[in-house]
Structure formats: structure tokens, C-alpha cells
T-cell receptor, first 120, second 109 residues
């Protein structure tokens, strides 16, 4: 069983379209994340949810909207896709929110296989 | 979060120890050192983390200098499957991992 799974694996679409990427984790984790890896291979965090609550929201265009229907799922919806949105998007999860227990508890993040988005 | 500096690339012979350095001279007292790696076309994988003390797990050892300004990740017996980009991250325990360019480790037969 795949711990953190993403669908689709590849997504090719036209500029201006709206698309969604789905993420599911079967680890029983409370916290999930979305990262973006651009063409230069830099990996940047976009969002994080803990038990369906948004806890990290980096400077991301509001065309990107994460949705967490339950703690096992974190989907990423992107409106009006632009060429610059082409990237690999990684979902990740961790058992708990980092910084619990007085900040001592360091949470390992488990990453999915990525979704390769190409906007034409 | 503290800036980290890593060599762009390194080679290692299969079966030998791979020692990957990381400089984090501006690290503050409550910032951890994390190591993740990314094998080609896969998602990043956690390796190890530490605060002050040296750490060892089944994958690697982490040696942190006494002044905490640098650290070394040691893969004791590198295999071809260890070929990957290795990321050293220095930051507070917020869950917000900030990845740099990393070191591309090429393990050669």
C-alpha cells in the first residue's frame, strides 16, 4: 500500500483551465502539506493543514486553493492555470503538527510521488 | 531559518562511506538540522535530524560540530541506490521545510 498517494501522476492542460490534484495518506496522520518544485528543482512549501485546519499558507496566488475534506485527504485546486504553474507538486504528511509538546516534537514528513503539471 | 551551504555535487565509490558536508553558520539555538534526500523522479525522503547531539539511525549518522555551525551526514556504506540529491535544512520546528539546492551524490560502482 502506498503511504502517500497523488492523482494524477501527470497532468497536461491548456492555459486558463481549472484543474485539481488529489492527495491521500493512509498513515493516520493529522497534518498534510503541499509543496511545489519548479524547473530549477527548488522545492517550496505552499500550504499545510492539520485536522482539516489551515496552519501554513505561504505567499501563493489565490488561484491555488487547498481543500481538506477529511484529515486523510488534501486536494489542490488551481484556477486559471498559467504557464508558470508548470512544476512538480508534492503532497506530504506528518503524524502530528510540528512543534507540539512544547516545540520538542520534530515531525518527519512523508512525501508522495509527485504530480507533474505541464501548462501549455 | 538559517541559510545552508552545500557542495553542488559529490562522487562516492560503492561500499565506501559518503560524507556530505553542510554549512549553517547562522543557525540559532532553537533551529534543528534536517536531512532529506530526493532520488530521481521521486518525492523527498526523510533521513535524519538533530539539534545539538550527534545522531544515528538505520540510514545514516549526523555529526554536528560543537559550535553547530556545520554538520556532516554520513552514509556508512553507500550503494548505487543512494544516488540522489541530499538536502540539508536548518530551521525551527514549525513543519515548514525550506529546501535549498542540495548536493547531488553520485555513487559509482
Amino acid at each position: 500500500d502506498t503511504a502517500v498517494s497523488q492523482t494524477p501522476k501527470y497532468l497536461v492542460t491548456q492555459m486558463g483551465n481549472d484543474k485539481s490534484i488529489k492527495c491521500e495518506q493512509n498513515l493516520g496522520h493529522d497534518t498534510m502539506y503541499w509543496y511545489k518544485q519548479d524547473s530549477k528543482k527548488f522545492l517550496k512549501i505552499m500550504f499545510s493543514y492539520n485536522n482539516k485546519e489551515l496552519i501554513i499558507n505561504e505567499t501563493v496566488p489565490n488561484r491555488f486553493s487547498p481543500k481538506s475534506p477529511d484529515k486523510a485527504h488534501l486536494n489542490l485546486h488551481i484556477n486559471s492555470l498559467e504557464l508558470g504553474d508548470s512544476a512538480v507538486y508534492f503532497c506530504a504528511s506528518s503524524r502530528h503538527r510540528a512543534g507540539l509538546a512544547g516545540g520538542e516534537l520534530v515531525e518527519t514528513q512523508y512525501f508522495g510521488p509527485g504530480t507533474r503539471l505541464l501548462v501549455l | 531559518d538559517a541559510k545552508t551551504t552545500q557542495p553542488t555535487s559529490m562522487d562516492c565509490a560503492e561500499g565506501r562511506a559518503a560524507n556530505l558536508p553542510c554549512n549553517h553558520s547562522t543557525i540559532s539555538g532553537n533551529e534543528y538540522v534536517y536531512w532529506y534526500r530526493q532520488i530521481h523522479s521521486q518525492g523527498p525522503q526523510y533521513i535524519i535530524h538533530g539539534l545539538k547531539n550527534n545522531e544515528t539511525n538505520e540510514m545514516a549518522s549526523l555529526i554536528i560540530t560543537e559550535d553547530r555551525k556545520s554538520s556532516t551526514l554520513i552514509l556508512p556504506h553507500a550503494t548505487l541506490r543512494d544516488t540522489a540529491v541530499y538536502y540539508c535544512i536548518a530551521g525551527r520546528n514549525t513543519g515548514k521545510l525550506i529546501f535549498g539546492q542540495g548536493t547531488t551524490l553520485q555513487v559509482k560502482p
